[in-house]
């Protein structure tokens, strides 16, 4: 509807407008005059035409809503677990989610990621850390490069530092997912970051560099650590407290669900891992459920226990071969399908 006051638009002055508006952002180079009486000045600022709700970003860039609703169904979680979860990550900013083998750390932690950046323009990227991962991998280094055959040695940032240069242009949170982050040497790999992963509102200098760098205010991590990896004790104090740790536990009615749609009757399969954790009675140790979400169970589950459990029930159980004995599949394999008939 035409609004008093400001000139009627014809559809050719419309598709001008819409055409300088792709190619810059911010101004508009069309020809209209502003005012009944073609004052001859010109609109500059494309804030004069478009409405705040108009400039938000297109709708390529922003991420669809993941509600905590959608994530519990999801995961099996209660609504006021994952709430405690997300209250945690936005007071300390950094998180890690522990758990021994198959409790479902990197899935459960992209979903996570996936609700806070929900909604807005942000974006989400997971690195994997592994024992040769360094600080020039993570932060910055310098790296031999050549050009016209002359060698060069830049200084070439990292994964962090280029996902927080991309973070920088964003209004919505972050994340990035740091996958078995006790893999890494931390100490080395963080750096300066430990300093500012606890004040985040300061700048420091990086090694190498005179810039100052700080973390930008929307960026989150999110850690998975395996605590059957004996790595873990390379987990010191000084990082422990710059994190919420978040516990996870092999959670059956996870395995419950899934399988209410293969048809896959997991009753006797539950009261196995049951017993058999209580046999482990070590948290840390558990053997966890997502060995076990697969549509062919049916089929696959004797591979999966003979190549896969037993290995990791071997190791554990070192100089125990009994317990181990208890749970090879021959002896298993009835009573889970028993009592599933």
Avoid at 44 to 68: A, G, H, K, N, V
Avoid at 70 to 81: H, K, N
Avoid at 324 to 334: H, K, L, P, T
């Amino acid at each position: 509807m035409h609004q008093p006051g400001v000139p009627a638009l014809k559809d050719g002055d419309l598709f001008d407008l819409f055409c300088h508006w792709l190619v810059d952002g911010k101004k508009i180079a069309a020809n209209i005059p502003v005012g009944a009486k073609h004052s001859g000045e010109k609109i500059t600022d494309i804030s004069e035409i478009f409405t705040p709700r108009m400039l938000r970003p297109p709708p390529s860039e922003m991420q669809p809503e993941y509600p905590l609703a959608a994530w519990a169904e999801e995961t099996g979680l209660t609504v006021s677990e994952l709430e405690r979860w997300v209250r945690a990550i936005e007071r300390k900013k950094q998180a890690i989610l522990s758990g021994t083998p198959g409790t479902g750390k990197t899935f459960i932690a992209q979903k996570l990621a996936q609700h806070l950046i929900g909604s807005g323009d942000g974006f989400s990227e997971l690195v994997q850390f592994h024992p040769a991962y360094s600080y020039e991998d993570f932060i910055q280094g310098i790296r031999p490069q050549s050009q016209a055959g002359q060698l060069t040695y830049p200084l070439v940032p990292g994964r962090f530092l280029e996902f927080c240069d991309r973070a920088k242009s964003r209004s919505g949170r972050c994340v990035m997912i740091i996958d078995e982050i006790n893999r890494a040497h931390l100490a080395q790999v963080f750096g300066e970051l430990m300093y500012l992963l606890e004040y985040r509102d300061r700048t420091i200098p990086l090694a190498g560099s005179k810039e100052p760098f700080a973390i930008p205010a929307n960026v989150r991590l999110i850690g998975t650590m395996n605590t059957a990896d004996r790595s873990i004790a390379l987990v010191d104090y000084a990082l422990r407290r710059r994190f919420a740790f978040i516990e996870l536990r092999p959670n059956y009615q996870v395995l419950r669900r899934y399988h209410t749609n293969t048809g896959f009757p997991v009753e006797g399969l539950i009261a196995i891992l049951e017993q058999l954790n209580q046999a482990i009675a070590d948290k840390h140790y558990e053997l966890g459920i997502s060995f076990f979400l697969t549509d062919n169970l049916a089929q696959e589950l004797p591979d999966i226990w003979l190549l896969e459990i037993e290995p990791y029930l071997e190791e554990y159980f070192f100089d125990r071969m009994e317990q181990v004995n208890e749970f090879r599949w021959d002896n298993i394999q009835q009573k889970i399908f028993s009592r599933n008939g």
